[in-house]
Protein backbone atom coordinates (compact mmCIF):
# COMPACT_ATOMS: atom_id res chain seq x y z
CA UNK A 1 0.00 0.00 0.00
CA UNK A 2 2.65 2.85 0.71
CA UNK A 3 4.42 1.34 -2.40
CA UNK A 4 1.45 1.97 -4.65
CA UNK A 5 0.82 5.67 -2.96
CA UNK A 6 3.59 7.42 -4.32
CA UNK A 7 2.82 7.47 -7.89
CA UNK A 8 -0.71 8.33 -7.26
CA UNK A 9 0.57 11.75 -5.60
CA UNK A 10 2.87 13.13 -8.52
CA UNK A 11 0.59 11.40 -11.10
CA UNK A 12 -2.13 14.77 -9.11
CA UNK A 13 0.12 16.95 -8.95
CA UNK A 14 1.49 16.47 -12.40
CA UNK A 15 -2.51 16.99 -13.65
CA UNK A 16 -2.81 20.05 -11.48
CA UNK A 17 0.16 21.34 -12.94
CA UNK A 18 -1.34 20.66 -16.59
CA UNK A 19 -4.69 22.81 -15.54
CA UNK A 20 -2.74 25.84 -14.36
CA UNK A 21 -0.84 25.64 -16.86
CA UNK A 22 -3.71 25.39 -19.02
CA UNK A 23 -5.45 28.30 -17.19
CA UNK A 24 -2.66 30.45 -17.34
CA UNK A 25 -2.25 29.81 -21.71
CA UNK A 26 -6.08 30.64 -21.24
CA UNK A 27 -5.36 33.82 -19.53
CA UNK A 28 -2.77 34.49 -21.44
CA UNK A 29 -4.54 34.44 -24.64
CA UNK A 30 -7.38 36.20 -23.16
CA UNK A 31 -4.95 38.84 -22.13
CA UNK A 32 -3.65 39.36 -25.54
CA UNK A 33 -6.81 39.18 -27.25
CA UNK A 34 -8.01 42.48 -24.97
CA UNK A 35 -4.89 43.91 -25.45
CA UNK A 36 -5.41 43.86 -29.34
CA UNK A 37 -9.38 44.78 -28.74
CA UNK A 38 -8.05 47.97 -26.48
CA UNK A 39 -4.81 49.01 -29.55
CA UNK A 40 -7.77 48.85 -32.09
CA UNK A 41 -10.04 50.87 -30.34
CA UNK A 42 -7.38 53.38 -29.39
CA UNK A 43 -6.25 53.23 -33.28
CA UNK A 44 -9.92 54.09 -34.23
CA UNK A 45 -10.13 56.91 -31.91
CA UNK A 46 -6.95 58.23 -33.25
CA UNK A 47 -8.22 58.01 -36.69
CA UNK A 48 -11.52 59.43 -36.35
CA UNK A 49 -10.20 62.35 -34.45
CA UNK A 50 -7.51 63.02 -37.19
CA UNK A 51 -10.64 63.07 -39.79
CA UNK A 52 -12.53 65.15 -37.86
CA UNK A 53 -9.45 67.68 -37.85
CA UNK A 54 -8.54 67.68 -41.08
CA UNK A 55 -12.34 68.09 -41.61
CA UNK A 56 -12.70 70.98 -39.10
CA UNK A 57 -9.52 72.37 -40.85
CA UNK A 58 -10.83 72.27 -44.58
CA UNK A 59 -13.62 74.20 -43.82
CA UNK A 60 -14.12 77.63 -44.53
CA UNK A 61 -14.69 79.53 -41.66
CA UNK A 62 -18.04 81.19 -41.71
CA UNK A 63 -18.00 85.05 -41.61
CA UNK A 64 -20.63 86.74 -39.60
CA UNK A 65 -21.76 89.38 -41.92
CA UNK A 66 -21.96 92.63 -40.18
CA UNK A 67 -25.04 94.23 -39.47
CA UNK A 68 -26.76 96.24 -42.07
CA UNK A 69 -27.39 99.02 -39.81
CA UNK A 70 -23.75 99.26 -38.57
CA UNK A 71 -22.57 99.10 -42.41
CA UNK A 72 -24.47 101.89 -43.93
CA UNK A 73 -23.55 104.20 -40.71
CA UNK A 74 -19.67 103.81 -41.80
CA UNK A 75 -20.32 103.96 -45.41
CA UNK A 76 -23.23 106.58 -45.53
CA UNK A 77 -21.18 110.62 -45.15
CA UNK A 78 -23.11 112.84 -42.55
CA UNK A 79 -26.27 113.71 -43.66
CA UNK A 80 -26.68 111.42 -46.18
CA UNK A 81 -30.05 110.18 -47.04
CA UNK A 82 -29.11 106.53 -48.01
CA UNK A 83 -31.55 104.65 -45.00
CA UNK A 84 -29.34 102.96 -42.68
CA UNK A 85 -30.66 99.28 -43.70
CA UNK A 86 -28.98 99.73 -46.99
CA UNK A 87 -25.61 97.75 -47.56
CA UNK A 88 -22.45 99.66 -48.16
CA UNK A 89 -22.04 98.66 -52.26
CA UNK A 90 -26.23 99.70 -52.09
CA UNK A 91 -25.50 102.90 -50.38
CA UNK A 92 -22.08 103.56 -53.02
CA UNK A 93 -24.40 103.22 -55.54
CA UNK A 94 -27.63 105.41 -54.41
CA UNK A 95 -24.61 108.41 -53.14
CA UNK A 96 -22.60 108.62 -56.75
CA UNK A 97 -26.00 108.22 -59.11
CA UNK A 98 -26.48 111.50 -60.64
CA UNK A 99 -29.59 113.87 -60.60
CA UNK A 100 -31.98 113.93 -62.98
CA UNK A 101 -32.08 116.74 -65.45
CA UNK A 102 -34.84 119.29 -64.57
CA UNK A 103 -37.54 119.34 -67.32
CA UNK A 104 -38.71 122.86 -66.70
CA UNK A 105 -37.40 125.43 -69.66
CA UNK A 106 -34.45 127.58 -68.55
CA UNK A 107 -35.33 130.93 -67.72
CA UNK A 108 -33.98 133.79 -70.36
CA UNK A 109 -31.11 135.72 -68.98
CA UNK A 110 -31.71 139.53 -68.79
CA UNK A 111 -29.44 141.77 -70.99
CA UNK A 112 -27.48 143.46 -68.19
CA UNK A 113 -28.04 147.02 -67.42
CA UNK A 114 -26.71 149.92 -69.56
CA UNK A 115 -24.32 151.95 -68.15
CA UNK A 116 -25.04 155.50 -66.55
CA UNK A 117 -22.88 158.28 -67.51
CA UNK A 118 -21.98 161.61 -66.00
CA UNK A 119 -23.37 164.59 -67.26
CA UNK A 120 -20.37 166.37 -68.47
CA UNK A 121 -18.83 168.82 -66.30
CA UNK A 122 -17.71 172.27 -67.62
CA UNK A 123 -13.99 171.64 -66.77
CA UNK A 124 -14.68 169.13 -69.61
CA UNK A 125 -16.18 171.03 -72.36
CA UNK A 126 -14.82 173.36 -75.16
CA UNK A 127 -17.18 175.74 -76.14
CA UNK A 128 -17.58 178.02 -79.40
CA UNK A 129 -20.57 179.47 -81.63
CA UNK A 130 -20.89 178.86 -85.30
CA UNK A 131 -22.77 181.49 -87.90
CA UNK A 132 -24.77 179.75 -90.30
CA UNK A 133 -26.14 180.98 -93.40
CA UNK A 134 -29.29 182.87 -92.81
CA UNK A 135 -32.79 182.71 -94.69
CA UNK A 136 -35.29 185.04 -94.98
CA UNK A 137 -36.34 187.17 -91.77
CA UNK A 138 -33.92 184.63 -89.64
CA UNK A 139 -30.36 183.86 -89.26
CA UNK A 140 -28.86 180.90 -87.75
CA UNK A 141 -26.29 179.67 -85.55
CA UNK A 142 -24.69 176.45 -83.97
CA UNK A 143 -23.81 175.93 -80.60
CA UNK A 144 -21.07 173.67 -80.02
CA UNK A 145 -19.95 171.61 -76.94
CA UNK A 146 -16.42 169.24 -77.26
CA UNK A 147 -15.27 167.01 -74.82
CA UNK A 148 -11.99 167.46 -74.27
CA UNK A 149 -11.43 165.49 -71.53
CA UNK A 150 -9.88 161.10 -71.40
CA UNK A 151 -13.32 160.25 -70.40
CA UNK A 152 -16.99 160.09 -72.06
CA UNK A 153 -19.79 162.23 -70.25
CA UNK A 154 -23.31 163.22 -71.69
CA UNK A 155 -25.32 166.10 -72.50
CA UNK A 156 -28.43 166.64 -72.31
CA UNK A 157 -31.29 169.44 -72.73
CA UNK A 158 -30.95 173.18 -73.86
CA UNK A 159 -28.14 175.54 -73.08
CA UNK A 160 -28.52 178.76 -72.29
CA UNK A 161 -28.02 181.80 -74.42
CA UNK A 162 -28.05 185.25 -74.24
CA UNK A 163 -26.41 187.99 -76.52
CA UNK A 164 -23.67 190.61 -75.56
CA UNK A 165 -22.53 193.57 -76.83
CA UNK A 166 -19.47 194.90 -75.51
CA UNK A 167 -19.83 193.53 -72.54
CA UNK A 168 -23.34 194.41 -72.13
CA UNK A 169 -26.70 192.10 -72.40
CA UNK A 170 -28.71 192.54 -75.38
CA UNK A 171 -31.83 191.70 -76.39
CA UNK A 172 -33.28 188.92 -74.38
CA UNK A 173 -32.46 185.13 -73.36
CA UNK A 174 -33.10 183.06 -76.02
CA UNK A 175 -36.41 180.64 -75.54
CA UNK A 176 -36.77 176.94 -75.81
CA UNK A 177 -37.93 175.58 -79.22
CA UNK A 178 -40.30 172.68 -78.77
CA UNK A 179 -38.62 169.26 -79.41
CA UNK A 180 -37.42 165.85 -78.08
CA UNK A 181 -34.88 165.99 -75.83
CA UNK A 182 -32.10 163.37 -75.94
CA UNK A 183 -29.04 162.32 -74.31
CA UNK A 184 -26.21 162.46 -76.08
CA UNK A 185 -23.12 160.67 -75.63
CA UNK A 186 -19.68 162.42 -75.98
CA UNK A 187 -16.88 159.87 -76.09
CA UNK A 188 -13.74 161.74 -75.57
CA UNK A 189 -12.94 164.56 -78.88
CA UNK A 190 -16.71 164.12 -80.10
CA UNK A 191 -18.88 167.30 -80.68
CA UNK A 192 -22.78 167.99 -79.12
CA UNK A 193 -24.46 171.03 -80.87
CA UNK A 194 -27.55 173.15 -80.33
CA UNK A 195 -28.89 175.42 -83.06
CA UNK A 196 -29.80 179.12 -82.32
CA UNK A 197 -32.73 180.77 -84.88
CA UNK A 198 -32.58 184.64 -84.65
CA UNK A 199 -35.66 186.55 -86.17
CA UNK A 200 -33.88 188.81 -87.94
CA UNK A 201 -37.22 191.28 -88.94
CA UNK A 202 -36.23 193.24 -86.05
CA UNK A 203 -33.81 196.59 -86.61
CA UNK A 204 -31.55 195.75 -83.14
CA UNK A 205 -28.23 196.05 -82.92
CA UNK A 206 -25.69 193.18 -83.85
CA UNK A 207 -24.20 191.35 -80.98
CA UNK A 208 -20.42 191.08 -80.89
CA UNK A 209 -20.30 187.90 -79.13
CA UNK A 210 -22.32 185.38 -76.57
CA UNK A 211 -22.87 184.31 -73.57
CA UNK A 212 -23.79 180.03 -73.11
CA UNK A 213 -24.66 177.99 -70.15
CA UNK A 214 -24.48 174.33 -71.24
CA UNK A 215 -27.33 172.24 -70.51
CA UNK A 216 -27.84 171.63 -67.02
CA UNK A 217 -24.73 173.70 -65.54
CA UNK A 218 -24.25 177.21 -64.02
CA UNK A 219 -20.91 177.96 -65.41
CA UNK A 220 -20.95 180.45 -68.06
CA UNK A 221 -18.95 180.72 -71.85
CA UNK A 222 -18.67 183.76 -74.12
CA UNK A 223 -17.93 182.92 -77.38
CA UNK A 224 -17.63 185.30 -80.29
CA UNK A 225 -20.79 185.69 -82.24
CA UNK A 226 -21.98 188.33 -84.96
CA UNK A 227 -26.21 188.31 -85.18
CA UNK A 228 -29.37 190.74 -84.50
CA UNK A 229 -30.16 190.96 -81.15
CA UNK A 230 -33.60 189.79 -82.03
CA UNK A 231 -36.20 187.13 -80.10
CA UNK A 232 -34.16 184.05 -79.96
CA UNK A 233 -35.39 180.29 -80.25
CA UNK A 234 -32.66 177.63 -79.09
CA UNK A 235 -32.64 173.67 -80.05
CA UNK A 236 -31.97 171.03 -77.94
CA UNK A 237 -28.22 169.62 -78.10
CA UNK A 238 -27.91 166.62 -80.93
CA UNK A 239 -24.99 164.71 -82.18
CA UNK A 240 -22.77 166.11 -84.27
Known amino acids: MIINSRPRSSTARQARIARTQGQTRTQGRAGTAGRRLALLLGATAVLGTACSSATSSSA ?25 SVSPSQATVASSSPAPASSSPASPSRPAPATTVAGCQAAALGVQALRGS ?41 VRAKKPVTSILLAPGRSATARLVDDSTCN ?37
Open 134 to 174: GAAGHQYAFLEFTNKSAKACSLTGFPGVQLLKAGALLGKPA
Open 204 to 240: AEKSDSVQIYPPNLTTKFVAPLSIRGCPLTIDPVVAG
Open 60 to 84: PAASTPPAASTAAGSTSPAGSSVPA
